[in-house]
C-alpha cells in the first residue's frame, strides 16, 4: 500500500533551519509528483511547493522563494523540503503529499516543527 | 492567487442528516477541484477529486457537485465518524490554495 512517511518532530530557534524527510513506499517513486503542505497550529492548509521525483525539478510558493529547498535521493525514494531563515510563524506541521489524477491523494502523517528560543 | 471561501464556517447537524458545503473561487477553475477530510491531531484524507469523483474507499454518501465558480460537497446522510473539518482546494493554477474549512459536528 502507498505510504509515505516523515521525519520527527523538530524544535529550532529563530533563524535556524529545518531539514524534514519523506520517504515513499508501495509505489513507483519517480511516477508521482510529491508536494509539501503546511498547516500552523488552529490554522487552514497552505501549499508551499512541489518536487519532481524523476527530474529533480522543482517550484515553490512565491512567499517561500529563496527561504525552501526541496530535494530527492532517488536510491531511497524520499525527499526532502529544508526551510531556512525560520521564524516563530514557522510554527506548523508540515506535510509531504503525492498528486494523483490533479489532487493530493496519500499525505505523509505530519512533521511538526516548534520555532522557540 | 486564487481565493477560495466556504460556507458556512461551521455546522451542527443530526445523524442521518443531509449537509452540504459549499466552496466559491475568485475566478473559475476547471475540473482540478478536491475536497478533503481531516480529524484532529491528523493528516487530511482525499475524499473527492476532480470536483465530483468519489476517492477510492470513500463512503458513498459523500459526492461532489460544481463547476467554475461554486463547489460543494454533501453527505447525504451524517455519520458520527463524519466529525472533522471539511477543506477544498483548487488545483488549477500555483499557487494551489485551499479553503478555510468547514467544521462539521454532530447535534
Known amino acids: 500500500q502507498v505510504q509515505l512517511v516523515q521525519s520527527g518532530a523538530e524544535v529550532k530557534k529563530p533563524g535556524a533551519s529545518v531539514k524534514v524527510s519523506c520517504k515513499s513506499s508501495g509505489y513507483t517513486f519517480s511516477d508521482h509528483y510529491i508536494h509539501w503542505v503546511r498547516q500552523a497550529p488552529g490554522q487552514g492548509l497552505e501549499w508551499m511547493g512541489w518536487?519532481?521525483?524523476?527530474?529533480?525539478?522543482?517550484e515553490s510558493a512565491q512567499k517561500f522563494h529563496g527561504r525552501v529547498t526541496m530535494t530527492r535521493d532517488t536510491s531511497l525514494s524520499e525527499v526532502y523540503m529544508e526551510l531556512r531563515g525560520l521564524r516563530y510563524d514557522d510554527t506548523a506541521v508540515f506535510y509531504c503529499?503525492?498528486?494523483?489524477?490533479?489532487?493530493?491523494?496519500?499525505w505523509g502523517q505530519g512533521t511538526l516543527v516548534t520555532v522557540s528560543s | 492567487d486564487i481565493q477560495l471561501t466556504q460556507s458556512p464556517s461551521s455546522v451542527s447537524a443530526s445523524v442521518g442528516d443531509r449537509v452540504t458545503i459549499t466552496c466559491r473561487a475568485s475566478q473559475g477553475l476547471s475540473n482540478w477541484f478536491a475536497w478533503y477530510q481531516q480529524k484532529p491531531g491528523k493528516a487530511p484524507k482525499l475524499l473527492i477529486y476532480?470536483?465530483?469523483s468519489l476517492h477510492a474507499g470513500v463512503p458513498s454518501r459523500f459526492s461532489g457537485d460544481g463547476s467554475g465558480t461554486e463547489f460543494t460537497l454533501t453527505i447525504t446522510s451524517l455519520q458520527p465518524e463524519d466529525v472533522g473539518t471539511y477543506f477544498c482546494?483548487?488545483?488549477?493554477?500555483?499557487?494551489?490554495?485551499f479553503g478555510p474549512g468547514t467544521k462539521v459536528e454532530i447535534k
Open positions: 503529499v503525492r498528486i494523483r489524477r490533479g489532487a493530493f491523494d496519500y
Open positions: 476532480d470536483a465530483h
Open positions: 482546494q483548487q488545483l488549477n493554477n500555483f499557487p494551489f490554495t
Open positions: 518536487i519532481n521525483p524523476e527530474s529533480g525539478g522543482t
